[in-house]
Every structure is written in C-alpha cells, then in structure tokens.
C-alpha cells in the first residue's frame, strides 16, 4: 500500500484528509494548538498573523454553512485572505472536472483548499495533484471522513472529560451515512478511549463496523447505560425515502435522545451533536438545551480546532 | 510461409506435452516435420505454446473510440500473446444487430492480427426487454450472447432468453449479479468499503443471482456460461452444479485472482472494477477455484478506460482496467504460487479457455490452426504507461514487475508480434 498521503517525507501532517492514520502525538499536538488558540478567540483583538499573506480557498462541493463559516473564521483569525467558492452552482454544473477547477484554482496561487465533496475520496485525489507547497484540509468526503469535526469533538470531550483512558463513549444514530462518526471512531480509538459504542437499527450501520474497534448496539437503553459522552448524529429525512426506516416517528421512539434514556448515561455526562439538529427526531428540545449538552461549546471550539489546523500544515 | 520454430520448450496443455522439441508450421497449421523452411526461428530459452485465448476483451469499437481503438487493442493483444478474443457486446452501439457485428468482424480480420470473436447482444439495446435476432447474429458470427455488465433485471426476459438460446443451443454468457442488492454498490460490503464510506455490494447479490441462474438453467436446458465469479460462495455453488451435471462453466478475471478489497488502499479507482474486489477469502477461494477445475478458465477482462474515466473520486470513477498485456504474467503470477506445473496454468488461457469458447484453436496438434506464442517465462516486464500497447493505461499493477515476456506472436502461420 502506499504510503499515508498526508504526511510528509519527515512524518509532519502535509494535508489534513482523515484522522484515521494519524498517529497520536499529531492528533495532540492538533488539540493542544487548538488549546492556544482558544484565548485568541476570547480576546478583544481576535487575530494572530500566523497565515498573514497566505490564501485559504473553501471549496464547497456541497451545501454547508456552519463548517464553511468557521473555516472562515478560523482562517480571518490566522490572517489569511480567504476565499469562498460554492461549486455546486458554478463550474460543476458547467462539465468542469473536479481536477481542471483546482488546477485553476491553484493558478490563482492557492495555499490551502478547504474541500468538502459529496464522492468519499474526493479530497484524496485532490491532494494527489497539488503543488508541493499546497496543502488540502478535508472539510467532509461523502461518508468517508470529516476530521475538523471528529478533531473538534475530540477536543470538546478532552474539555470536559480531561483525559479519554477510562471513558465510555456511545454514537448513535445513523452511522451508515456518517463521515463524523467514523472520524470520531479512528480519533477515539487512537487517543485511547477503552469502549466506544455505536447505538442504531441494522440498517444504519455499515457491514462489519466492529472492525473499527467498537461495540455494537441496538438497544439504545443498554447502549447508554453507563456511558461518559453521548453522541447524536444527524438524521437525513432523505434516509426515510429508501428502505432503511419506516418513519422519523418510530426512529424517534427507539433511537431519539430524551432526558428519560438520558438518565441511564452517568449523571455528568456529555451530550454532543454535529448540528444542524432535528429536534425531535434524533434529540428532544429538552436534551439539546439541558444542562448535559455541549453543542454550542463544540460550535465554539471548532474555530480554534480549524485554526490549528491549518496553522499546522501552513507550517510544514 | 513455412516456418520451423527449433530449441524451443514446447507446452501443449492439451496434450500435456512439455519439453524440447521442434514445432513446424505450413499453410496456417501445425505441421509434420518438414525439410525446408522458409524462415527458421531459433527459440532457444523460450516456452513454445498455443496462442492465448482470451474470451474477455473490450475493443471499444464500434463508438467508444476516444477509449481504445480496434488497432490499438489487437496490437495490444498480440504483443500480449492473445491470438483469438472474445468481446463483450457493451460498445456505443451495443453489438444488437448482424451489421454491426459483420463490420467488426471486417474490421478486426483486415489486421489481420489476433481473431475476434464478437458476443452479441442478449437484449435489444442491452436493455433487459426484447430478445436480440439470435440466429441472425449467429449468422453474422456472434458465438455466444451476453448482456455485459448491463444488469438484466426482469427475471421473467431472462428465463425466455435463455429458453430461447436454448432453442438454438446458443451458449448464453452471463455476469451473476443481484440488481437490486448491487444497486448504487462501487466496492465489497465490507470493512474496508465501510472504512472508506463507499456504498457496498454485498456478496450474496452474486450468490443470490448466481443460484437462480443455476435454477433457469435446470428448468431451460440452456448452456450457460458465468462470467468474472468474485465470491468464495459462487465458487462453491458452482462447485456443486457442476457435481449435479448442470452444463454450465465460468470464468474469474485475472484482477480478482490477485487482488482484493485491502488494495483499494487510499481510493485508488484503477481498483474500481466490476464485479468488486472482494476479501482475501474470496480471492484465496477464487485462486483455489481455479485450480481445482471448478473455475474453468482466466480471461483480462480488458477493459481500456482514459484518464478522464480513472481521475475522478473513486465512486465516480468507470469500471475496468486494462489487461490483454497482463493475460500472460498474471496467470504466470497465480500458477507460480500454487506452485503448478508450467502445463497446468497455461490451460486456463488455451486449452480450456477454447473449450469454452468453443473454437479448435488452443493446442499444438498437427492439423490445428497455427497459432503459437513464443515467450520467455523468466524475463520480467515492468507494467507502465509507456510500456502498454493497450491506448487503456489504466491499471491496478502499473508500477509492477511480473515475469513472462511474449517475443512473437504467431497467428494461422504468420509472424505477427516480433520483440
């Protein structure tokens, strides 16, 4: 096989495309830059000169708004100049190939993409054909990866867990079509975290997931009990068109998050969730707004999260 | 041109034959020993054995030939070794009609490089609805019907079309895949495609079709061949088919000879093929399949694809790789680590290769077409771009070094690939 794309001759991250790889003193090191950067963010002037005459391209192949956002703020913050382009209404739907827009792109003398793409992989082929000193930051490939996400929920629950070798952490939902939770899967695995649980129906989990080091569960009341950090991921209502579920209703009854199935987690327990919410389908308003949930915090840090990330790879 | 091949070592799979010895050619065929030639080749050091068969290589034409052309395939299989192919009828448009199939076989005889037998069309369009005009393409030179990697969903066309090539006792050649079950699938459902995030395609979508393809069969008395098995399971039902006496035969590319799902590694799309490269399990099954008679032969499955189809992400990307030059060295490869007799693994692309084809060729007895490969078994040649005859350059072994070197092609007595 060859060798790890994102890493450079000296081993140093080169792109950012996936957590799963990496071994543990980068993915430290990304949250303990992450942790430096947090008081830049609170202060009144909100900017370092870190990326100062640098270019941040976001390339969004997809809809997004809150990664887009703090992608760009994390980058105003670095002092890089950034610019935001949303493909999925210009050159894709003109015949442009995936590579002629970045070749482009990359003539306006890029240093960093920002990439997000509906094709598992796309970000990868990206990194294969950029210039030596560009570097490509995966902003989530289809259900691949998105490990700006999995890094930022990594650094919520060091947060507030402070260490991951005796926590038990459970996903649930739908882990089938979800780049976060397999991000969150290699970066918890890779930090230590002695039991981590994925909670859904057979048909939202992908074959042969307890290959990546989990426990599986589908009963959501068994699979919570006892756990540290609780993780809801996103629910498509598209998931409901296909044969994987009957209706958002019943989902909602087995695998929604109430302050009720809640109860059986430990009593300090985090609540986590990549946004944007469906209330009411995988969380309840009760639970989301409780006094256990860390989504607005998780919002918060993703800055600082984004910010160390491309300082890093800038750097190396 | 009468031509006397000495110092060879001469391979004959079909005999079992293999030592030194002199081969004579006269008049197209394989001759009894001559006085005077008109060319002498000395083939000291090389292997002497029939042409390759290969019954699974796309050409591209008629109307795909900004992907490969006619002339740059048969050059492609010649330097390959590959004196007689079969081709799918999966090209723009599909080979649904005699003209076409008549036009091709022009096309491909003014080479006058390796033999083409076309696969016509089982549907109209490949589309899975109407029956082609069998007899008509028989005709017209069609040797078996196929519907490609086109699914044929509607169970009830597939059961009349093969009670009708059964009619005519015309060999039908079909892929054993579940539409619906593979719907949307671009790897094997498995740990590695849910590593990667990519939509899978779960083994029991080939043993599902593959068993009631073996059910039609028994009800229709249709001779039927499955082609590019993947799975450990298929080998096992096909296994016991042929135990029941079901007239049924099948074949495994040589991609999944050799590799499975772990060499997609970082998304490489050379690896996006169909059917999916599927677990080291299935591969081992595959290999051991092979051997054991169960899989009756290897073909390339040459599938020539241009950079705009392969530089793509990988659920994107199209299907298929290139093969007719890797025939020879992958099939060498797979005898070589089962440690078979140089006989034993030839056969899978001659002797065997012919008796599912259906053609004479395939074997050195005197009176059989002339067509011989010389090659050297130990020279090793290293897959890239610009070694590749093939205008396909896209394949999962570039960077490789596989031993077997072809040094002349010789096809109905003529010399006509010389390295």
């Known amino acids: 096989m060859q060798r790890n794309p994102q890493l450079n001759d000296s081993g140093e991250l080169q792109h950012l495309l996936s957590i799963e790889g990496l071994p543990r003193e980068i993915l430290t090191q990304i949250l303990d830059t992450a942790e430096s950067f947090a008081g830049v963010t609170e202060r009144e002037v909100k900017k370092v000169p870190l990326l100062r005459g640098k270019s941040v391209f976001n390339l969004f192949f997809e809809p997004s708004t809150r990664t887009r956002t703090t992608f760009e703020i994390a980058a105003k913050r670095l002092s890089a100049d950034v610019i935001n382009l949303n493909i999925a209404v210009s050159s894709q739907t003109k015949g442009e190939s995936l590579l002629d827009t970045v070749a482009n792109l990359s003539a306006m003398q890029a240093d960093i993409f920002v990439v997000r793409h509906s094709s598992s992989g796309a970000p990868f082929l990206i990194a294969r054909h950029v210039k030596p000193h560009e570097h490509v930051i995966n902003a989530g490939d289809g259900r691949h990866a998105h490990p700006t996400q999995g890094l930022l929920d990594l650094f919520t629950i060091r947060h507030y867990k402070k260490e991951f070798s005796r926590l038990t952490v459970a996903i649930v939902g739908d882990v089938l079509h979800s780049r976060v939770a397999r991000s969150l899967i290699h970066g918890l695995t890779t930090l230590g975290a002695p039991e981590v649980r994925v909670i859904g129906p057979q048909t939202l989990l992908p074959a042969g997931v307890e290959a990546l080091g989990v426990k599986v569960f589908h009963d959501m009341r068994e699979g919570l009990r006892d756990c540290d950090v609780v993780v809801m991921l996103r629910l498509q209502n598209e998931r409901m068109k296909g044969a994987l579920l009957p209706s958002a209703q019943e989902f909602n009854k087995h695998y929604g998050l109430t302050a009720e199935k809640l109860a059986l987690a430990r009593t300090d327990a985090i609540v986590m969730h990549p946004g944007p919410m469906n209330r009411g389908v995988e969380i309840d308003s009760s639970v989301a707004d409780g006094p256990h949930s860390v989504i607005l915090p998780q919002v918060t840090f993703g800055i600082a999260v984004r910010m160390a990330v491309m300082s890093i790879v800038a750097g190396n | ?419």
Not at chain 2, 91 to 112: F, N
Not at chain 2, 259 to 265: A, I, K, S, T
């Open chain 2, 1 to 419: 041109m009468r031509l006397h091949l000495k110092n060879a070592r001469i391979v004959d799979p079909a005999s079992g034959r293999d030592g030194k010895g002199e081969l004579y050619i006269a008049d197209g065929k394989i001759s009894e020993e001559f006085a005077k030639a008109d060319r002498i080749i000395d083939a000291k050091g090389l292997v002497a054995a029939p042409g390759f068969i290969d019954i699974a290589a796309r050409l591209r034409e008629p109307g795909l030939e900004y992907k490969a052309t006619l002339a740059s395939e048969m050059q492609a299989a010649i330097a390959g070794g590959v004196t007689s192919l079969a081709c799918p009828p999966d090209t723009d448009p599909p080979l649904d009609e005699p003209g076409l199939v008549d036009m091709l076989r022009r096309r491909a005889k003014a080479l006058e490089h390796a033999r083409v037998y076309p696969i016509g069309a089982l549907t109209v369009k490949l589309e899975g609805e109407r029956l082609t005009e069998m007899a008509q393409l028989a005709e017209a030179g069609c040797v078996a019907f196929s519907q490609a990697n086109v699914p044929l969903a509607d169970s009830q066309v597939l059961w009349r079309a093969l009670q009708y090539a059964s009619t005519f006792g015309f060999p039908v050649w079909l892929r054993a895949e579940d539409t619906w079950l593979a719907k949307g699938g671009v790897a094997h459902d498995g740990e590695v495609a849910t590593r990667l995030g990519l939509p899978g395609i779960p083994s029991f979508a080939e043993t599902i079709a593959l068993g009631s393809l073996l059910e039609l069969v028994r009800a229709t008395g249709a001779r039927v061949h499955v082609c590019r098995l993947s799975t450990a399971g298929a080998v096992q039902l096909m296994r016991a088919a042929k135990r029941e006496g079901l007239a049924v035969t099948c074949d495994v590319g040589i991609h999944h000879l050799h590799l499975c799902d772990n060499d997609l590694g970082y998304f490489d799309s050379n690896c996006r093929l169909e059917p999916p490269l599927r677990s080291q399990r299935d591969r081992d099954a595959l290999a051991a399949g092979l051997q054991d008679g169960t899989i009756d032969c290897v073909c390339s499955d040459h599938t020539p694809v241009d950079d705009d189809g392969k530089h793509v992400p990988f659920a994107e990307a199209e299907p298929g790789a290139t093969g007719l030059e890797l025939l020879l060295p992958l099939t060498l490869k797979w005898g070589e680590a089962r440690k078979l007799p140089l006989a034993k693994s030839l056969a899978k692309i001659t002797s065997d290769a012919a008796r599912v084809l259906g053609v004479g060729s395939g074997k050195l007895a005197v009176g059989a077409p002339a067509d011989v490969v010389l090659f050297d078994p130990a020279a090793s040649v290293r897959i890239s771009a610009e070694t590749l005859k093939s205008q396909g350059k896209n394949t999962p072994f570039l960077g490789y070094e596989l031993a077997g070197r072809v040094r002349t092609t010789i096809v109905a007595g003529n010399v006509v690939y010389e390295k």
